[in-house]
Nanobody, 119 residues
Framework: QVHLVESGGGLVQSGGSLRLSCAAS????????MGWYRQAPGKERELVAT???????NYADSVKGRFTISRDNAKKTIYLQMNSLKPEDTAVYYC?????????????WGQGTQVTVSS
């Protein structure tokens, strides 16, 4: 069984910063692409940023220049440094990963962590 556990969410004022973490655990052989997605109330889940095993990154236009995704392969962990936060960044942030494990190759989601940006 594979688990993704997010942490680091919270309440912050507009212009502030937060750092999210997502740690993968379980009987994992390797992890390919990992990423962050978010879902605001009444909206569909959307891509925030992804990072491959060789650290190639991709960002949504709305967060480019403000958010940075990074990865520690030894710890099976990714991070999302969020700077210059805006009220429109308020959402539940979900971690996602493509994982090779004892049960095969599959895509996994974390339980989500709430980020609230006050104006």
């Amino acid at each position: 069984q594979v688990h993704l556990v997010e942490s680091g969410g919270g309440l912050v004022q507009s212009g502030g910063s937060l750092r999210l973490s997502c740690a993968a655990s379980g009987s994992i052989f390797s992890i390919n692409t990992m990423g962050w997605y978010r879902q605001a109330p009444g909206k569909e889940r959307e891509l925030v940023a992804t990072i491959t095993s060789d650290r190639s990154t991709n960002y949504a236009d709305s967060v480019k220049g403000r958010f940075t995704i990074s990865r520690d392969n030894a710890k099976k962990t990714i991070y999302l440094q969020m700077n210059s936060l805006k009220p429109e960044d308020t959402a539940v942030y979900y971690c996602n990963a493509d994982v090779w494990s004892v049960v095969g190759y599959s895509n996994y989601w974390g339980q989500g962590t709430q980020v609230t940006v006050s104006s």
